[in-house]
């Protein structure tokens, strides 16, 4: 670019941050997954006693109290090294996930402010969102069209036809980051979106297998992240409903009885965290009758 023979747009260098921490990210979940086989290597190690002892706890209830250890009161000292291994192997293991909730929502405060459409599409994450755009701004010059995008992403339909079969399948090309990423959106939706349940559910009896469904859904989704990489999604306002609760002096918890939801789910509704069209009109109705 510098020698002005490069024909393609440049990178975008307010995705290097994103990058940052997205590299960042992936570094400590690795050294957690590490951590915690480390965690399994020295109790399967370890004498029968001190592995009987935690053998039958749930994960996060092991990691509770291997933090809480106290090595100094054993006696014997071999047992006590264990122990203080553990200890330090387990509070290595909480320490990274801190880190990793803190990363993800530093991911999520510069993704939205980067692109509020995009993260305001269902089933978008901060770590989703954030590949999504290092992707776009990776490849400025293949967001050309939404199937440039899809062909990016390795979402376009690969023809595999043979006589009178007429099919498709799914495309091993590709940014593969991006194609994870818009399989996650997918795969959310397919548990959180009844839409999309009952889109799956409707070509399965038609006869389509699931990778073939996962496929067309993943080329859907491309061709709306699409639209908002471009500027043309719209971003839904929730900003009215904490006022409009408030000023009834409805409390967060009569709201989600009334509504048969979580409390939580309400919160991330009126803090934007969330989008649910379909359920944000459905409370601004209740909110207007009560």
Known sequence: MLSGEARTDPKSASIEPLRALNITRRSAIKAQQATWRQIG????????????????????????????????????PDEADLLYSLRVLARRHRDLGTEIKDIEA??????????????????????????????????????????????LCGTSPMPVSSGRT??????????????????????NRMTH?????????????????????????KRAVAREIFQALTGHCSVPDYSDLRPSRQAKNITL?????????WPARVGELELSRRRDDDFADRYRAWLAAA
């Open 253 to 261: 918890t009569n709201a989600a009885t009334a509504l048969g939801v």
């Open 41 to 76: 290597c020295v109790l399967v190690n370890a004498p029968a006693a001190v592995r009987d002892r935690y053998r039958n706890l749930p994960d996060a209830k092991l990691l509770s109290v291997l933090a809480g250890l106290r090595p100094g009161r054993c006696l014997d």
């Open 166 to 187: 007429d099919r498709h399948r799914l495309s091993r090309g590709g940014d593969r980051q991006a194609n994870s990423a818009l399989h996650r959106i997918a795969k």
């Open 106 to 151: 530093r991911m999520l405060a510069r993704a939205t402010r980067a692109n509020p459409g995009l993260m305001a599409i269902k089933g978008v994450g901060p770590v989703t969102g954030t590949q999504l755009l290092i992707t776009a701004g990776d490849n400025p010059d293949r967001l050309r069209s939404s199937a440039s995008f899809a062909a």
């Open 193 to 217: 979106d009844p839409a999309t349940r009952a889109y799956r559910d409707s070509h399965l009896d038609k006869g389509w297998t699931l990778p073939a469904v996962y496929r067309a859904l």
